[in-house]
């Protein structure tokens, strides 16, 4: 069954206040939609269970990309080409400006939006592994006022945030500070552009003496939702890389891990190309080949 | 079904207006009717084609604020006061476009289903890039889809348009020295 246009109402109040007014007199009622690269193709399926709509894009306070002295701060409807073109982002933050180059073509990149790609909440995001490794911090918007959580109290299960009915996501902060951290994000799907992740893997890590003295190890299609591996990073913190700590850290990744089989992959696929990444990672580090 | 279903008194909508190849038009349909829709049905602009449906297949690609998009994953009130360029704004005054003329002597059209969405997404990236690697032709196209071709003649359509754009380029400047010259 083809969505019928009729049968949902779009508005476009066209400031971020307007939005939020919206939002506060009928909570729960009208659905932000962003650059609808997803809510669109739930639509023309005839599946989108949104009677009313709100408009944020064209909202420029929501797609400001600013470099701040000592954090980032990323409007929630940037766009994945934005991210891309961005000199800063490119430079201190390469794991986004690559996961934002995996986020399906250029012309779903010119629509597709950072926040919406949080909201929705896939356990495959592209840009989660990229955004626990850099220590996202998620700032929301109401009438009521702004507040903020640590990205990783963000997701609370398979598509489950912690965005009440009346607030808007409003910007991601990364703090600017990994310029002499260890950095990798790997994919694995079965083709680089469009594909869903069957696994990936994204980490950052500080090493000194050969001791992990800093690491954050991330993983999409592990869990139901984007989730950071803290037991994992346990495992490797205050330790030198030896073959006791990989191998300790991928049994406690084995064992914190919960993946699926779906269409795309097996649980056990996932399980086994996860520890890889996992070691692959610990390896380039540990030989001091990853970028810093 | 699907014709009668906009068949209700138009002045119902509001008026969504943009342009579209260079002129102002104005639609009044439900503000979330799918752009692509929008261009087939209210302006009968047929060249955009429809595959996929969910931003896959890049078969309905536009150029729109410059940037290219899905036509079928945009809401038109979202196109509302856009730029708007379509496989039909690529000729000009009946001559085709470098793109077009390259993609039929290279063998880069066959069904042509894909070939409007193919010629948008090669426009957009030789608007930007004027003379794309190998690489940044595939990127650029990699959204795109094609049954038929099998892609080579595509990227190599492509890469000659951009190289009849230098040789173009080049005879301008040509053109301008034997100008100055005399
Ligand atoms: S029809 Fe729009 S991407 Fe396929
Ligand atoms: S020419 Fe037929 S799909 Fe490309």
């Known amino acids: 069954m083809r969505g019928n246009p009729a049968m949902h109402d779009l508005v476009a109040p066209g400031s971020l206040g307007a939005v939020l007014d919206l939002l506060a007199a009928e909570p729960g009622i009208w659905t932000p939609i962003a650059g609808g690269t997803e809510l669109m193709v739930a639509f023309s399926a005839g599946r989108l269970n949104a009677p009313k709509l709100v408009s944020l894009w064209g909202i ?16 929630a409807a940037a ?14 933050f390469p794991l986004l400006a690559r996961a934002a180059s995996w986020i399906g ?29 850099y220590d996202a911090e998620i700032e929301m918007i109401s009438v009521r006022g702004t507040r903020r959580v640590p990205y990783s109290q963000f997701h609370t299960g398979y598509k489950r945030n912690v965005l009440a009915p009346d607030e808007l996501l409003y910007a991601i902060h990364l703090p600017r500070r990994f310029a002499r951290h260890r950095q990798y994000l790997r994919k694995v799907g079965t083709r680089r552009a469009m594909a869903i992740a069957k696994v990936a893997l994204g980490a950052t890590a500080l090493l000194e003496k050969n001791t992990v003295q800093e690491i954050r190890i ?12 803290f037991d994992t990073e346990a495992a490797l913190l205050g330790k030198a890389i030896t073959r006791e700590t990989v191998l300790a850290a991928r049994s406690a990744l084995l064992a914190e891990v919960k993946p699926i089989d779906d269409i795309r992959s097996t649980a056990e696929y996932r399980r086994r190309v996860a520890v890889n990444l996992l070691e692959e990672f610990l390896l380039e580090l540990r030989r001091g080949e990853l970028h810093a | 079904m699907s014709r009668k279903r906009d068949e209700s008194p138009s002045s119902l909508w509001p008026a969504i207006q943009f342009t579209v190849n260079g002129g102002s038009r104005t639609v009044r349909v439900p503000p979330m009717k799918r752009l692509l829709d929008v261009l087939r049905e209210d302006l009968h602009l047929t060249g955009t084609k429809e595959g996929c449906g969910e931003g896959e297949c890049g078969s309905c690609s536009v150029r729109m604020n410059d940037e290219l998009v899905n036509s079928c994953l945009v809401p038109v009130l979202q196109a509302e006061g856009a730029d708007i360029q379509t496989v039909e704004g690529l000729a000009l005054n009946g001559d085709l476009h470098p793109l077009q003329q390259a993609f039929l002597h290279h063998g880069g059209a066959q069904c042509g289903i894909c070939t409007p969405g193919m010629l948008m997404a090669a426009a957009q990236l ?36 951009a190289d ?19």
């Open chain 1, 60 to 75: 420029s306070d929501l797609r400001t990309i600013q470099a701040n002295s000592d954090t980032m701060a990323i409007g």
């Open chain 1, 79 to 92: 766009t994945f080409l934005d991210l891309r073109r961005d000199a800063v982002i490119a430079t201190e």
């Open chain 1, 105 to 133: 073509s250029v012309a779903n990149q010119s629509r597709a939006t950072l926040g919406g790609n949080l909201v929705n909440g896939s356990p495959a995001a592209d840009s989660s592994p990229a955004l626990f490794a």
């Open chain 1, 218 to 229: 991330s993983a999409a299609s592990l869990a139901p939702y984007p989730t950071r591996l």
């Open chain 2, 126 to 161: 030789l608007a930007h890039t004027p003379h794309p690697s190998a690489t940044e032709i595939r990127e650029a196209l990699a959204g795109n889809l094609c049954r038929c071709t099998g892609f080579m003649h595509i990227f190599e359509s492509v890469a000659a348009a």
């Open chain 2, 164 to 182: 009849a754009h230098d040789a173009q380029q080049a005879n301008e400047h040509t053109m301008e020295q034997t100008h100055h010259a005399r």
